[in-house]
Structures are given as structure tokens and as C-alpha cells.
Nanobody
Framework: QVHLAESGGGLVQPGGSLRLSCAAS????????IGWFRQAPGKEREGIAC?????????HYKDSVKGRFIVSRDNDKNTAYLQMNNLKPEDTAIYYC?????????????WGQGTQVTVSS
């Protein structure tokens, strides 16, 4: 059974860091482009980062997180990660990982259930 599961969310103070994990089962994550998305209360879901299955294509970031967030993957663990640094209150949202062919920022076949990130003092 195909499954993506995010973990690592929580409450953090402004300026703090969190690392989200996206564990895949039922398929090989190395063969897929993996995107990270978030949805804040009252706002539409947005794509914020993506890591390509192709090393030449690298990583992609939305301007609002560029320089603060880092996406990576460990193919041996079948897991992707989103390192979030210098978090701001406006980063508060539910964060999702999903397959995202071509890193187009829409997500496609498989989605995780989401993990809540709250940035507040």
C-alpha cells in the first residue's frame, strides 16, 4: 500500500528551527520528484519546495522560503526532509509532502496527511 507520512511538526518560537520528515512506503521515493506544500488558515495550499529525482535538476524553492528552508532526501531510508530555519509566524501552516512530477508545485499521485507547524512566541 502506497503511503507518505510526515512528521516533525510542532510549536517553535520565531527564529527557531524544525526538520520535517516525509517517509514513503509502497513505492521508491528515489524515482519520484518530491514536493513540500503548506496551507495556512484561510489560505490556499502552496508549493514551497521540491527536490528532483534527477541530480541535475536539483532543488527548487518558493521565494518566501528561499535561504531559510532546505529540502533533501535519503534514498536509503526512502525519506525526504524539509529543514526549516529562521522560522517566522507567517510560516505557521499544515505542511504536506507529495509526489510532484516535474516539480511544478501542484502535487500529484501521493500525499501525506500533513503535520502542523506553529511559529509563535
Amino acid at each position: 500500500q502506497v503511503h507518505l507520512a510526515e512528521s516533525g511538526g510542532g510549536l517553535v518560537q520565531p527564529g527557531g528551527s524544525l526538520r520535517l520528515s516525509c517517509a514513503a512506503s509502497g513505492f521508491t521515493l528515489a524515482y519520484r520528484d518530491i514536493g513540500w506544500f503548506r496551507q495556512a488558515p484561510g489560505k490556499e495550499r502552496e508549493g514551497i519546495a521540491c527536490i528532483s529525482r534527477l541530480s541535475d535538476d536539483g532543488t527548487h524553492y518558493k521565494d518566501s522560503v528561499k535561504g531559510r528552508f532546505i529540502v533533501s532526501r535519503d534514498n536509503d531510508k526512502n525519506t525526504a526532509y524539509l529543514q526549516m530555519n529562521n522560522l517566522k509566524p507567517e510560516d505557521t501552516a499544515i505542511y504536506y509532502c507529495a509526489t510532484d512530477q516535474g516539480c511544478v508545485g501542484r502535487g500529484d499521485d501521493f500525499w501525506g496527511q500533513g503535520t502542523q507547524v506553529t511559529v509563535s512566541s
